[in-house]
């Protein structure tokens, strides 16, 4: 009962930062960016770090860095002037908080993804699972492939699901090289709405699918 009451209240997390980088050196953090977003509402690298709650000089090096180590300048400083000189951030520079943020998104997501679908050690771990696919097929099942059958231009792929059924399908001879579908491999089949067909009399429907095709082909 202690084991269990443990595992309960101290569960295995997940936790990672992000950070972009440029020729193989640190550029920016959620830290630096933060301070842009700082720099960018001040217009003032003074105000900007006593609003971050740290130095001038930690601040500027930090500025320095950014503009040293990226394509282009991420902030500009005007010297003199009627206002007295000001600090601007760049077109680029605002572009980098943009994608940062959006990366940032995604990256807290797939760490969630993994916090909720892997870090329970009693259970096999499934990438596949992790990732959640989100696409417009509503219809997606996960399976292994059980046998790949090459064929003069299309190949036949046959994926076994874990109730036990078994899907087949035909894809070209490129998708099996470029997915490098092989047996034993885990995979996601999706299939359109529009793709599915029922019928209850199934040698029945064959045999006017094949009339109607002939007929269509006379006309």
């Known amino acids: 009962m202690a084991t269990n009451k443990r595992r309960s209240k101290n569960p295995l997390e997940v936790h990672g930062a992000l950070w972009l980088s440029a020729g193989g050196a640190s550029l920016a953090g959620h830290g630096r960016i933060e301070l842009l977003r700082a720099v960018a509402e001040h217009g003032s690298i003074t105000q900007a770090a006593k609003a971050f709650g740290m130095s001038y000089k930690a601040a500027w090096d930090a ?9 282009q ?25 943009a994608r940062y943020e959006q990366v940032h998104a995604v990256h807290q997501r797939f760490l969630g993804l993994i ?13 596949l699972k992790v990732l959640n696919m989100k696409t417009s097929a509503r219809n997606q099942w ?15 792929i046959e994926v076994a699901l874990p109730g036990g059924q078994c899907l087949a ?18 995979v996601i089949v999706l299939i359109k709405s529009s793709a599915v067909m029922l019928a209850v009399d199934l040698t029945g429907a064959v045999s006017r699918h094949a009339t109607a095709s002939k007929a269509a082909w006379r006309r």
């Open 115 to 127: 916090e909720q679908g892997a870090m329970d050690l009693d259970q096999e771990f499934s990438l």
């Open 63 to 71: 500025i320095d860095t950014m503009n040293q180590r990226a394509n």
């Open 169 to 186: 399908a035909t894809v070209t001879r490129a998708s099996t090289e470029s997915l490098a579908l092989r047996p034993q491999m885990a």
């Open 142 to 156: 996960l399976g292994t492939v059980t046998a790949v059958r090459a064929g003069a231009v299309n190949d036949d």
């Open 73 to 97: 300048p991420v902030v500009e400083r005007s010297i003199g002037g009627k206002g007295g000189g000001a600090t601007k951030i760049t077109d680029f520079g605002q572009r980098l908080i």
